[in-house]
């Protein structure tokens, strides 16, 4: 099966599927017009903080509500992306009840109404026991549950009506029990989410994709959990390249479906390659894809800038590189050093730290083509700067002389303040480096005490004159 525009990929885009603030009616039109111009044609909406889609599931849509639902609808329309609506009932439902089967049912009806032809039944994050007494009588386990109400749901549906369903085991193998068990058991045309070996896979393989295809009889619509940095990940900004997906993955798999960030603006970056992977898997580029994405996202003007900040907050479970220019930088400054070239070597740190530092301000303090693109960012750039200045305060006392025996005391501030920080920026890169110089040996990313003192500003202007 071949896409639009050519891609192999049936099914191509974004799931507003994320813990956290749900994005605004605003941000998910102009989401629309985004993916759209990039050849994405699915938005599926699943926002796991709408209490209408998750903890009030039996409650109607009204007024606003599905007002803004239907201008969302025909907005996609508009722009050949079509809108995906899912209930995510497990938490509360109860399996063998008609009551529940049929305020679901209802539901998805009154939305349907709205011109919405395919549905989420979202199955994710619940129990993997029965919960109510009636349902551990009426069935056997969870599966058996989840397969009457799968077949209700899309009976009740109708013809022209599709359905795709998140299994609550939904990463791993591919030939687990409970998903060979669903695959069998629900009818053939209905959809199953599959977000590959966990649930932020590092890489979707093609081998992988065809072990699921057999257990599940059916090829898996992939809900990839990047660039989302919800729950245990919000101290990651994730605006690095999509990566690690095979180029042949389409021959098991209908297609991706990624789940953003809360940050909107920055979701933007890593949603642009996700669209470059999707329309062309084997020609893709993911450095020549960001590249372009950055400019595209960040503006013409602020794209360098950025793009140099971004380079050292590529911490993600798709890449294993941290910060490559700054941790090059530190391990060469160490390795001169000791051999007896240290003036140069803290040359080279300092010009380095000087870019960085012209980066943050330009994006900090000048003006700027996506200000919400910066301000959403802000904690990650503003650590950026913390860490750049230390760098440069680094260079300045090796040149001086006096590295080793005033570092630990100047330095010690800028360690403090990265770690209170909260966010990763550098990786592990300087704070590792600041600890061996400060002879601090607690673990990257721990704070050292919540009464340490702060940054002395004064510190901060030295660096720059």
């Not at 602020?302 to 911490?315: G, H, P, Q």
């Not at 005033?406 to 770690?419: I, N």
Request: include cysteine; charge should be negative; hydrophobic fraction near 45%.
């Amino acid at each position: 099966m071949t896409g639009a525009g050519g891609s192999p990929f049936a099914v191509r885009g974004v799931i507003e599927g994320f813990y956290g603030r749900p994005w605004t009616h605003e941000q998910r039109l102009g989401l629309i017009e985004f993916i759209g111009a990039r050849g994405m044609n699915t938005f599926v909406y699943a926002p796991k903080d709408d209490p209408l889609v998750r903890r009030e599931w039996r409650s109607a849509y009204g007024g606003p509500d599905l007002e803004r639902l239907a201008r969302l609808v025909a907005h996609g329309r508009r722009h050949a992306v079509e809108v995906v609506y899912c209930l995510s009932p497990g938490l509360s439902i109860q399996y063998s009840s008609a009551a529940d089967l049929e305020a679901l049912c209802a539901k998805l009806d009154s939305i349907a109404g709205l011109g919405v032809r395919r549905f989420g039944l979202l199955l994710d994050d619940i129990p993997l026991e029965l919960q109510h007494a009636p349902d551990r009588e009426a069935f056997a386990d969870l599966v058996e549950a989840h397969l009457a109400l799968v077949g209700r749901v899309f009976e009740r549906l109708g013809p022209g009506m599709g359905l795709v369903v998140c299994p609550t085991v939904y990463c791993g193998y591919g030939d687990e029990d409970y998903v060979s068990r669903l695959g069998h058991g629900i009818d053939p045309r209905v959809d199953l989410f599959w977000t590959g070996r966990a649930i932020c896979s590092a890489t979707l393989d093609l081998a992988d994709a065809a072990t699921f295809a057999r257990s599940a009889v059916r090829p898996a619509t992939y809900w990839d959990n990047y660039p989302v940095n919800d729950v245990a990940m919000t101290h990651e900004l994730h605006v690095g390249p999509y990566r690690g997906r095979d180029p042949h993955l389409w021959r098991f798999a209908t297609g991706v479906i990624a789940n953003g960030m809360e940050l909107f603006e920055s979701t933007k970056i890593a949603l642009a390659t996700i669209a470059d992977y999707l329309a062309t898997p084997a020609a893709y580029d993911p450095e020549a894809s960001w590249r372009i994405a950055l400019r595209d996202v960040a503006g013409e003007a602020d794209a360098d800038a950025y793009a140099l900040f971004a380079d050292n907050v590529r911490s993600s479970c798709l890449c294993p590189d941290d910060a490559p220019i700054v941790s090059k930088a530190l391990a060469s400054f160490a390795f001169r050093t000791a051999q007896g070239e240290g003036r140069a070597a803290a040359a080279e740190l300092g010009a380095l730290a000087d870019r960085l530092l012209d980066a943050a301000d330009h994006l900090l303090r000048g003006p700027v083509t996506n200000r919400a693109l910066v301000d959403e960012g802000r904690p990650w750039i503003e650590a950026f700067e913390t860490g750049a200045t230390a760098l440069r305060r680094v260079a300045d006392l090796a040149a001086e002389g006096r590295l080793e025996a005033d570092g630990p005391a100047e330095l010690l501030p800028y360690l403090q303040a990265l770690r209170r920080a909260r966010v990763r920026v550098f990786g592990d890169a300087v704070d590792m480096g600041l600890a061996e110089l400060t002879g601090i040996q607690a673990p990257p990313g721990r704070l050292l005490t919540d009464a340490a003192p702060p940054m002395p500003a004064r510190l901060l202007d030295e660096s720059r004159g």
